[in-house]
């Protein structure tokens, strides 16, 4: 409000200038200051009663100026189907007296999504109507609402009388009126034609009399993260061309959208529907196009500046190879082979990750300043993750990415909390946790901790590796992000956080826990949780599921006992019965050979099967599956944080020591038994198998008894 002389609450039986000019001051309340965004109660003097009033205006007396003014309603002049419930009157207790309603009241209310809703309250008498469009959406997002063309059969944007609303950078609500010609934003052609999601003023220039802009804003706020916007439109409006009729008896499409609104140097509002559908924008160097998108959502470049205009997506402003001035950038996409001509185009697809900043640049290899802004906004998380799982209860949504050697993970919260933390283990106790809140500055953190007790004694800080943090709270709604390796580079001897291996190809466990309050330091009973997780979820990484966690400690220790009676005993076994027991009568040696080796590999591929159905899954990558038994181990110990693994691994060692030394005891006694026999008699003994006990230097008998000459 601008500042007056001698401003005061006026009164007046009628909103037009005669009647204004000839009222009343109502309230001893002076108004000489500027004011913005501020709320008042009028208190009526006491010789003014709301009988007499049809009209409050802010008034400044000396210049009989109208700083602003709203007209009262009377409820006995509506009807009983339409009146809302009016607000407690004054002045006697008459009925029949004026009442001022408050500008969120209307008489009809319909839900358009479970986050936005439109009102409205119809004043045929007036030919007017006033719609309340209400969403818990972002303050720079626009929320539209209007009728789509009633000869339209297939897209009913086309030719749609639409208002869009919202609230600018400065906090001030607004509300246009917009025409649309066609599936895209707002553009000037090179002849002076406007085309696309347009304000009705942008077709017909200066609107001095309203006879185009004919949507009125009434009232705005923005509370608790929920954006509210009343404004006012004729049923029949004077604009014929751009504006749509409304019949308040008849059946009519309404159409209706939530967006981002684009920053000042570019048209308003950004389209939020059909991306699929919208026609080329076109960039060239005479006005720099700033691009908005959202993480995770493609956007499709086609390339046609020709062959020495190279296209990349980069941090540095002015382009051109920053590196050819001494300057670092990162390149997030594009590059020398991005090249095309209109003949050929090239068409290269780019969706930001949620590591792209907020803000970058699209430009030319080769040339400086051919580009403009790239402003990147968050998407919904289903949009910047490629898995999501909801976990256990209901009330907490886990979503990751998996990398080469890198896992993103962000969490949220499905209810109001004043923090939010997510564990790694089958239980609060032993578990990695990881702890998102926003502190009393509005600092937001994410710190990580190591658990091993039910008390705050026993939560435990560490000093995880984790990159790109990010923790937001949207009407008590926390989210937190957050990347992370999944092998942790340091000693697991040395902390404790750096056994918290991140294994894709084995189901991790997570767990949940919300509270009212969270600190840095100086935790006590006050910051345990108010509510949890009543069981630990398996996520499978690679796969994108989640199950009911079971303790898979008993299927592992089936499998590991089958694995080591094969391949620690009866493979070994049915090797050395081969080697070692030929010099027993008959074919006993190779039927014990046989039997142990089949019943070895019988037994591993039995063991094989037993832990692919378990687990749901096998993979070449998983490293138990190249080294086998003792990273099986070592993966057990990681996993579920056995106490006696370490125990049972020396075991294994030591009994295959002693299986290295028992083959090299009995492959000593066999060349001593062969020594023995060849030297020990002073005798040359050729051959072996079953005819190693031929003496070829000493005479033996035939087949048949005959007796033959030793040579």
Request: one cysteine or more; aromatic letters at 10%.
């Amino acid at each position: 409000m601008l500042q007056g002389s001698d401003v005061h609450w006026w009164g007046a039986i009628g909103d037009d200038f005669g009647n204004l000019t000839t009222g009343f001051v109502i309230s001893d309340q002076k108004l000489n200051k500027t004011y913005k965004n501020d709320s008042f109660v009028v208190n009526l003097l006491k010789n003014v009663t709301w009988d007499q009033i049809r009209v409050v205006s802010v008034w400044d007396i000396p210049t009989a100026s109208d700083f602003g003014h709203v007209v009262l309603k009377n409820p006995s002049n509506r009807s009983e189907d339409s009146a809302p419930a009016p607000s407690p009157s004054v002045g006697g207790g008459n009925s029949s007296t004026w009442v001022y309603e408050q500008p969120t009241m209307f008489d009809k209310c319909k839900e358009l999504t479970t986050n936005y809703r439109v009102r409205w309250t119809l004043r045929v008498d007036e030919n007017m109507i006033d719609i309340g469009l209400e969403a818990a959406t972002k303050v720079m997002n626009y929320m539209a609402f209007g009728w789509a063309n009633p000869n339209s059969s297939s897209k009913l944007m086309v030719g749609a009388d639409v208002a869009v609303t919202g609230f600018s950078e400065e906090g001030l609500p607004f509300a246009d009126d917009y025409y649309i010609t066609k599936y895209s934003e707002c553009m000037i052609d090179k002849d002076g034609g406007v085309k696309g999601v347009c304000p009705d003023t942008m077709y017909e220039g200066s609107d001095p009399v309203g006879l185009v802009n004919n949507t009125r804003l009434v009232y705005g706020h923005r509370k608790d993260g929920v954006s509210f916007i009343r404004y006012q439109r004729p049923l029949k409006s004077v604009d014929n061309k751009y504006d749509l009729p409304v019949n308040h008896t008849d059946n009519m499409t309404v159409i209706w959208a939530l967006g981002l609104i684009k920053p000042p140097d570019s048209l308003r509002p950004l389209d939020a529907e059909d991306k699929e559908d919208q026609d080329l924008i076109n960039a060239d160097v005479k006005e720099p196009l700033v691009v908005s998108t959202e993480r995770g959502v493609p956007v499709k470049f086609s390339i046609q500046a020709g062959h020495d205009v190279a296209f990349y997506v980069t941090s540095d402003p002015l382009g051109g190879n920053a590196t050819l001035r001494n300057m670092s950038e990162t390149i997030y996409f594009g590059g020398p082979e991005a090249e095309g001509v209109q003949a050929s185009p090239m068409e290269l697809v780019w969706a930001p990750d949620r590591n792209t900043p907020d803000q970058v640049y699209y430009q030319s290899v080769y040339m400086q300043k051919m580009g403009w802004k790239v402003q990147v906004v968050d998407g919904g998380l289903p949009d910047m993750y490629n898995n999501s799982v909801v976990l256990d209860d209901q009330q907490v949504t886990l979503f990751w990415t998996l990398s080469k050697n890198s896992i993103s993970i962000a969490a949220r919260g499905e209810k109001k909390s004043g923090y939010l933390a997510i564990g790694f283990g089958s239980g609060m106790v032993n578990s990695y946790a990881y702890v998102g809140w926003i502190d009393d500055d509005g600092k937001a953190h994410v710190n990580t901790y190591w658990i091993d007790g039910k008390d705050a004694s026993n939560i435990h800080p560490t000093n995880e590796n984790l990159t790109y943090v990010r923790c937001k709270s949207e009407s008590g709604i926390i989210t937190l992000e957050f990347t992370r390796p999944l092998n942790p580079s340091c000693n697991r001897d040395e902390r404790p956080e750096c056994s918290n291996i991140v294994d894709p190809t084995t189901p991790l466990k997570v767990i949940w826990a919300m509270g009212a309050q969270w600190s840095d330091d100086h935790l006590s009973e006050r910051n345990m949780h108010s509510v949890t997780s009543s069981r630990p979820v398996r996520v499978l990484l690679m796969r994108g599921s989640a199950e009911a966690a079971e303790d898979l400690r008993p299927v592992l220790a089936v499998h590991g006992f089958m694995m080591f009676l094969a391949w620690g005993i009866l493979l070994p076994g049915g090797t050395l019965a081969a080697r070692y027991l030929k010099h027993v009568k008959g074919d006993g040696w190779y039927q014990i050979h046989v039997y142990l080796q089949y019943s070895g590999l019988a037994i591993v591929l039995l063991g094989f099967l037993f832990a692919v159905a378990e687990l749901r899954g096998f993979y070449f990558s998983s490293l138990h599956v190249k080294f086998a038994l003792f990273s099986g181990m070592k993966h057990l110990g990681d996993r579920y944080r056995g106490e006696n693994v370490r125990g049972l691994t020396w075991a294994l060692i030591f009994w295959f020591l002693i299986g290295a030394l028992t083959a090299m005891y009995l492959e000593y006694r066999e060349k001593k038994r062969r020594r023995d026999r060849i030297f020990g008699r002073s005798n040359w003994v050729l051959g072996n198998g079953e005819e190693e006990d031929i003496d070829l230097l000493s005479p033996i008998q035939d087949n048949c008894g005959k007796r033959v000459a030793s040579i």
